[in-house]
């Protein structure tokens, strides 16, 4: 029986986790957490019975322990609740899902508890990589990716035998406004920037693949996974969304994960690596796909990329403003306040302002995303 932590299990990613563990009997829940959704972690806590659940507002905890007070259910709340429930002796792996650099913190606490780590929050390593890794290795750990891009290239790599590879190819859709000139962008909407043509994902992630922003956290975060070097990273843009990601090996031969759209497969593999079990899910039917194609980002029309790999070459806090400068951004085009158009502004505005720190611990990547997130607001003067 493997048990499992699942941060963020009121979330997309935490939903499909659990329904992986509905479908698989070995699978069990020992710990739960999420933010503020009670009536759905009720039902969670209800159906999985976990040893502890999380909810990171403390009123939220409130509200959780009166619904569930007939279940032998230990309720805690805020980071430090976060990080017991990734350090507690009975959880085998641990699922973050969680968004935001709230991660870090509790992704540190599971390496150093020797958690193997299912790995899909970005910030953990888009912005503490020279942390994590290295304690990762030290503590003989496992980061198994749950991105569909990043499971394709560690599928990829699996058999490699100490080969080395030459490229990574990091796939993307190109997002609901691939094909718009400069012109349109300015003039697209909210409502545009939130419909996905191929995934089914939060209203965050959602706007990041929109602006290719989401690419430029994936090349960040691929760096730290596989030990490349940013010139390794070729992002391509593939709309049909069918090869999730590829290897090119030193010979030439490129060896590809391909299936259809769906987050479950790289998270039941994550959950059940090195095993393969059968999913109820549709087959690849290449026959009906008919056509693969691939295109170059066109990183004029899409800055945000641009402005990605400029933070992962400089490196340091940089990672930290670019990730946390796009929070804002994101959050101020829900609120109606920006247009789409000036993510990529805004994101560029932080980090020209921003003294890079080389090397920071967690407290300066910190102290970094609440500078960051003080001077978006003064200039937005919110």
């Known amino acids: 029986m493997k048990k499992i932590a699942v941060l963020g299990s009121t979330g997309s990613i935490g939903t499909q986790t659990l329904e992986i563990v509905r479908n698989n009997g070995d699978l069990a829940v020992t710990a739960l957490a999420a933010g503020r959704n009670t009536a759905l972690m009720e039902a969670q806590v209800r159906e999985f019975m976990p040893k502890l659940a999380c909810m990171w507002e403390e009123e939220a905890a409130a509200d959780l322990k009166r619904r569930i007070a007939d279940l032998p259910v230990r309720v805690v709340c805020g980071m430090d609740g976060l990080l017991e429930a990734v350090s507690l002796p009975e959880a085998?792996?641990?699922?973050?899902?969680?968004?935001?650099m709230i991660g870090i913190r509790p992704?540190?606490?599971?390496?150093?508890?020797?958690?193997?780590?299912?790995?899909?929050?970005?910030?953990?390593?888009?912005?503490?990589?020279h942390l994590i890794m290295p304690l990762a290795?030290?503590?003989?750990?496992?980061?198994?990716?749950?991105?569909?891009?990043?499971?394709a290239i560690f599928q990829s790599l699996q058999g490699r035998a100490g080969n080395r590879f030459r490229r990574i190819l990091l796939t993307a859709s190109g997002g609901p406004f691939r094909g718009k000139t400069k012109e349109e962008l300015r003039n697209v909407t909210l409502k545009e920037a939130l419909h996905h043509p191929n995934w089914s994902m939060g209203k965050k992630v959602t706007i990041d693949s929109a602006s290719l922003v989401n690419k430029a956290l994936e090349v960040m975060e691929a760096k730290w996974l596989f030990g490349a070097q940013l010139s390794q990273i070729q992002v391509v843009v593939h709309p049909q969304s069918i090869v999730h990601s590829a290897v090119e090996y030193e010979d030439g031969a490129v060896i590809a994960q391909l299936g259809i759209p769906d987050m479950k497969l790289p998270i039941q593999y994550a959950l059940l690596y090195p095993e393969r079990r059968p999913m109820p899910a549709p087959a690849l039917d290449l026959f009906a796909v008919h056509a693969l194609t691939f295109e170059k980002p066109d990183m004029e029309r899409f800055p945000g990329l641009a402005l990605g790999f400029e933070a992962a070459e400089c490196g340091g806090s940089m990672p930290t403003v670019f990730n946390a400068a796009n929070e804002m951004a994101v959050k101020l085009l829900l609120e109606g306040k920006i247009r789409f158009f000036q993510i990529p502004e805004v994101i560029g505005a932080a980090m020209h302002n921003h003294r890079p720190v080389g090397n920071p611990d967690v407290e300066a990547l910190l102290e970094a995303e609440a500078q960051t997130y003080d001077f978006i607001g003064r200039e937005m003067r919110l």
């Open 107 to 129: 992704t540190i606490a599971a390496i150093e508890s020797k958690k193997t780590v299912a790995l899909a929050n970005k910030e953990t390593l888009v912005c503490a990589g």
């Open 92 to 100: 085998d792996i641990v699922v973050t899902a969680v968004v935001g």
């Open 137 to 151: 290795k030290e503590r003989g750990v496992s980061i198994l990716p749950v991105d569909s891009e990043h499971s």
